[in-house]
Each structure stands twice: as structure tokens, then as C-alpha cells.
């Protein structure tokens, strides 16, 4: 059998399933058990993964936060198949006690350099924050924490709002504060002094020439940097492919390093039909 045959079989499945829903009026509410685990890496892009099994032939397994539905990928029994997403649920068709893994990306808002995006569950669930991650908020019923190979894991239950800023691009160590380097005692503010207090700190930024400023600007490396000078040699905006001429760089590589701007502050990236405008909201200081 083809692959192409075998898909439009999925596909095909897929639409009975969707009338049976919608139809038929079938109850697939609860039949399943499920983990969740939230993974933000170091390009700041977060990822959610949903592990578990069906205990009935026909299941809806509501996503914990609203999804870009292209990212959504479906296995069942380790084979990938056609997603159905339906009012932000993925709906499963397969025999009892088959296990199921669900991948995607979570829409994000950005505001001032701070990514956020709203997680609810009723499962047990755990987020993995990479090193290069600042963590701006906590859930409020957590249940375990630890690091693994440098990377912070926190075990919870229930709602999590979570906004974070992405510390990567380091080129040199970061500076210390009074002996003692801030890059390692930044978890440690996150518990002690909370979200708030942490957002406060990086806010400070807009003050001048502080301290905290400089060691923001250390996360910008000579790439960032040059593509923000010929923002603001060029008037403040260029599209994405008047950068990449100018400056020749790699098209992946400038998305890159204009995604990590984006999130920390120092530009607005807009959709203008299928070209990127880029607009310069801050220039470094130093």
C-alpha cells in the first residue's frame, strides 16, 4: 500500500470521526490518562508534549494551551498520523489501551522582550527550562523541583501563566555583581523574590546606563548588533530580505538572531503578505 493511500485512509477516518463527534453526539470526555511536560529551549521557542493512554476506541484530549495547529503532530502506537484539532482538542480514533504522544507549539504573546502563554490542566504535568532561560513566574501548585544536566524542572498540577525572557547569544561570561556571577544566582531569584521581582530587575533596563543593562546587553552578540545598527542607519525599518542582502546573511541564521531580538525588546517583527517587516524599538547603549 502507498504512503499517499494510506494517508488519505487517516484523512478519511478522520472525517468519520469529526461526524461521529458532531453527530452522533458522543461523549469522549475522560476516557484517557495523560502527562504533560512543557519544554523551553534556548531559542525561546516553548514546545508541549502529551503522553498517555485511550481506554475507549474513540477520545478528545484537550490541549493545555491554545495550539498553532500547523505544529500539531499526532503519534498513536509510535506511528505518525493525520491530527484531528477540534475547539482546541485532539481527537483520537484507535483501540483501547493504545498510547499516544501529542507535540506542539503554544501560541505566544510578546511584550517588551517577555514571552507568555497560559497553561491549564487537570494532570500532573512538568516544565523544563533550559539554562539560558529566564523563568518569570512560577505555578502555584507545585509539586516537586530539581535540576537535570543544568536544565531546571519543576513538577505541578492545574493553571500556569508563564512568561519568560530569553538570555541566550552569550558570546563572553556574563559580569559579576559583587563576586558573584549574576547567571548563577538568577534561579534563585526566581524563588525567592518571585516573577514580579525578577520582571522588576530586567525592567530596570529602561533606566539608563545601569549595571543591570549592561549585563542585558552581554546576551546581544556582534550579529544582533550589526543588524540593529543598519535598522537605525536605514530609518528604523527594513524588510527581512532587505537585511539579509545588505548584511548577507544566511536566511535561517537572520531569523534566528531576529526571533531572539524580537523577545528581548529590541524589535517588532510584522506579517506584511508574505514579507517580513522588521522595526527597530531600541538600539543597544554601549
Given amino acids: 500500500m502507498s504512503e499517499k493511500t494510506v494517508y488519505t485512509s487517516y484523512v478519511f477516518v478522520g472525517l468519520i470521526t469529526i461526524l461521529l463527534i458532531f453527530y452522533l453526539g458522543i461523549s469522549v ?18 514546545r508541549i508534549v502529551l503522553n498517555g493512554t485511550v481506554e475507549r476506541s ?4 484537550p490541549l493545555p494551551a491554545k495550539p498553532l495547529p500547523a505544529s500539531v503532530a499526532l503519534y498513536v502506537n509510535g506511528e505518525l498520523i493525520a491530527p484531528i484539532v477540534v475547539n ?19 501560541e ?17 504535568s512538568y516544565i523544563y527550562v533550559d539554562k539560558n532561560i529566564v523563568l518569570l513566574s512560577l505555578p502555584t501548585n507545585i509539586l516537586d523541583s530539581s ?9 505541578f498540577k492545574g493553571g500556569y501563566d508563564i512568561q519568560y ?12 555583581v559583587d563576586g558573584t556571577n549574576l547567571m548563577d544566582i538568577l ?11 525578577i520582571a522588576s530587575l530586567l525592567l530596570l533596563r529602561r533606566r539608563g546606563k545601569s549595571n543591570t543593562e549592561e549585563i542585558i546587553e552581554e546576551f546581544i552578540d556582534e550579529t544582533d548588533r550589526a543588524i540593529l545598527d543598519v535598522l537605525k542607519e536605514k530609518g528604523g525599518e527594513l524588510y527581512q530580505s532587505e537585511i539579509m542582502r545588505i548584511l548577507g546573511i544566511p536566511k535561517t541564521t537572520l531569523w534566528r538572531h531576529l526571533r531572539r531580538l524580537e ?24
Fill in 187 to 197: 534561579p534563585i531569584l526566581v524563588i525567592v523574590l518571585g516573577g514580579a521581582g
Fill in 263 to 286: 523577545v528581548l525588546g529590541y524589535v517588532e517583527i510584522k506579517k506584511e503578505y508574505k514579507r517580513n517587516r522588521v522595526i527597530l524599538k531600541r538600539h543597544y547603549s554601549s
Fill in 165 to 176: 525572557a530569553v538570555k541566550e547569544g552569550v558570546t563572553t561570561p556574563p559580569p559579576e
Fill in 108 to 124: 505566544t504573546n510578546i511584550q517588551d522582550g517577555i514571552v507568555m502563554f497560559t497553561y491549564f490542566s487537570d494532570f500532573e
Fill in 29 to 46: 470526555s475522560s476516557g484517557f490518562s495523560v502527562e504533560g511536560a512543557i519544554y523551553i529551549e534556548s531559542d525561546g521557542v516553548p
Fill in 88 to 106: 482546541n482538542s485532539v481527537v483520537i480514533s484507535s483501540s483501547p489501551g493504545s498510547e499516544f504522544s501529542i507535540s506542539y507549539i503554544p
Fill in 58 to 61: 474513540l477520545e478528545k484530549i
Fill in 147 to 155: 535540576y537535570i544536566d543544568n536544565t531546571l524542572v519543576i513538577k
